[in-house]
């Protein structure tokens, strides 16, 4: 007889214990073992929170190279089955060889549940029947558990789920994460509620009041915006540093439909559009996405979205100031453009629009279907298509995080019908499907990635672009990692065309998350490393740091709302001279409308305290040497940049953060 030392480690998480009988059979490549009752001294309380325990499993004769172990539990007579979350089983073979096999899933049910080594496999060195045999097992399993489903025409697909608990336990929220989540929900609207402004359908009537109701819940940015939002230098920042990063571009010639002249921006002749374009400091935001969309209808008034055109100079004290607005597409007398030398009020409700604008082109394309509905592609077809042994899925696996289950929190409680979006919002309802449409033709496999957006909107040279800066930085650190990881496993361009797992991963991407237009850029197979390379870090890249710096700020810019007001109610002005204080509180959201909103952008703007900075992976699912040094790696690249990061913002106003690889979250998770 030979024995193996077994051990098994359960997760140190709320409800990850079982009180079930646990069984064991090990398979290796000369034989296996009896299925094994996992039973000693301590009990049931072998199997507790946070616990390891070891066995001994005993064979006739060595069984060779460990393949695999099989787990299954079993209820006691008269007690209900439970749930167990396993994070791993180490077994010491007679050899004095140690194979690990990682979990990290809840096992729910009485089946037997296959779990391969940490060494990862790709499909072409799986040599193994029993190893192949389990490979397709899984992803036939998977394949029911992961449905695509069409929440509408012409948008990604997304996975098909009744409600959270009909999602698989291994993607759903942590109980941390669900009563915090919930909680932070509640009493956001719960404190607003006791002021008796959720339900007030009434305009504001002075800016004062608004305060009040905003000095609930600060930070120190907000803050920072409601004393200078009116300020010209603060509205151009924000197209830099904000929210919505994404949307200004450097214009070298004027659109047809936004006749701005020189005699408008130069009175007095001091320079010309002309020169101000060649020498690189003439940039543009053009919100036509958002034209003709069909606005909301809000307490019983019409509201109003505008597509704005927008022209912004850089001054030589390296600001970027707005100096022409235009608040429609096309130009008319009813449809003036708007100056900073008009009177303030015509000048600040203009700004006021297009921000109020930006709030919908963020929230929707650059928030969203760029990070949370591609996110959720990637996961899927991630889930459907890659078994767990494989290395694409041990290394894309932590970013996939609660993405599932936050989206569909999207989808129910903010973009649904009676949704808070699609209620308060200027572009809910029948206007959110026609701007998602549009944003998603306009997605190009280039936009997704930061150096080359960066190059094609021509923002390579403007300073304080700081969400440019980090961004390439934090490109280039998970580009080195996901190179590294990659060429470990794949020694030639052969052996990626080779994976048929590989394939049909990025297949079902191209046809689910991008409908098949080849217009996209997005690959349909990969025949070289590089573009795998590549891919897989757009993935990581879109998941963490891209999300991070569309999401993080939302309070911080939008807690203010006359800043970001999510939706307007009087139409814009068709002349200038008549606009006034009372005009921009008549046209600001009503009371309601300010307060869902607040509510809101507060919960998408917290941390959990289960929260996972970019990096960091407290499962361990490579066992590897190659490419456990190469995550210590990583992690040691991501310090540098944060600390370069920490010390550049204490020289600065509005220190920039949401690219901070402490502040970055490994995944779309809120």
Known sequence: MV????????????????????????????????RKWLIGLRGASAFVKGATASFTVSCPASIGKLVLVELDKQRLLLFPEDSW?????????????????????????????????????????????LGRYSRQLELQQRKDDY??????????????????????????????????????????????????????????????????????????????????????????????????????????????????????????????????????????????????????????????????????????????????????????????????????????????????????????????????????????????????????????????RYTMQINFLARRTLISEDGVFTRFSASGGEGMVTILRRSLSSVTYSS??????????????????????????????????????????YKNDSKVQQDSELQKWILDIFEHGFLSQECSGIPDRFTTMAELIKFVTMVIFTGSAQHAAVNSGQFDYGGWMPNTPISLKRPPPTEKGKSSEDTILSTLPDVNVTAQGMATMWLLSQQSSDFVPLGQYPEDHFSEQAPCDLIKEFQKELEVLSAAIKARNKHLKVPYTYMDPEEVENSVAI
Not at 103 to 115: A, Q
Not at 172 to 195: C, D, I, N
Not at 469 to 482: N, P
């Open 3 to 34: 024995n193996y030392d077994v051990t098994v480690f359960t997760a140190n998480r709320i409800a990850a214990s079982t009180f079930n009988n646990v069984f064991i059979k090990l398979v290796g490549r000369d034989g296996e073992s009896e």
């Open 85 to 129: 979350f396993p994070d791993k089983v180490e077994v010491k073979s007679p050899e004095g060889d140690i194979y690990t096999f990682p979990i990290y899933r809840w096992i729910t049910d009485s089946e037997v549940h296959r779990f391969r080594g940490g060494a990862a496999l790709t499909v072409f060195a799986d040599d193994h029947h």
């Open 147 to 400: 449905r695509w489903d069409v929440y509408a025409e012409g948008l990604p697909h997304n996975m098909k789920v009744d409600d959270p608990l009909s999602l698989p336990c291994e993607v759903r929220f942590s109980f941390t994460k669900t009563t915090e989540f919930f909680f932070t929900a509640g009493t956001g609207l719960t404190e607003l509620q006791l002021k008796g402004l959720s339900d007030c359908e009434e305009s504001w009537t002075n800016f004062e009041d608004i305060d009040r109701v905003f000095c609930c819940k600060t930070t120190p940015i907000s803050e920072y915006v409601q004393r200078h939002w009116k300020e010209d230098a603060l509205f151009g920042y924000q197209y830099l540093n904000g929210v919505n990063p994404m949307l200004i571009r450097r214009c070298t010639a004027l659109p047809q439909n936004f006749p701005v002249t020189d005699k408008m921006v130069f009175p007095h002749g001091q320079s010309s559009l002309d020169n101000e374009m060649k020498r690189g400091n003439i940039f543009l935001c053009d919100y036509k996405r958002l034209d003709g969309a069909q606005p909301n209808t809000i307490n019983g008034k019409k509201q109003y979205l505008m597509a704005p055109l927008v022209l912004l100079q850089k001054s030589p004290d390296d600001k970027l100031m707005p100096i022409a607005i235009q608040l429609k597409q096309e130009p008319a007398d009813d449809n003036p453009i708007f100056l900073p030398t008009d009177s303030e009020y015509d000048w600040l409700l203009a700004k006021i629009f297009v921000r109020s604008a930006d709030f919908s082109e963020h929230q929707l394309n650059v928030h969203l279907l760029r990070t949370h509905l591609l996110a959720e592609v990637f996961a899927v077809s991630l889930l459907r298509n890659i078994p767990m042994v494989h290395p694409l899925y041990k290394l894309l696996i932590p970013h996939m």
């Open 448 to 489: 997704l990635c930061i150096s080359e957006d960066i190059a094609e909107r021509g923002m390579e040279s403007i300073p304080n672009y700081y969400y440019r800066d980090d961004g390439l930085r934090l490109w280039d650190i998970i580009h080195r990692f996901v190179k590294g990881i990659l060429e470990f496993y």
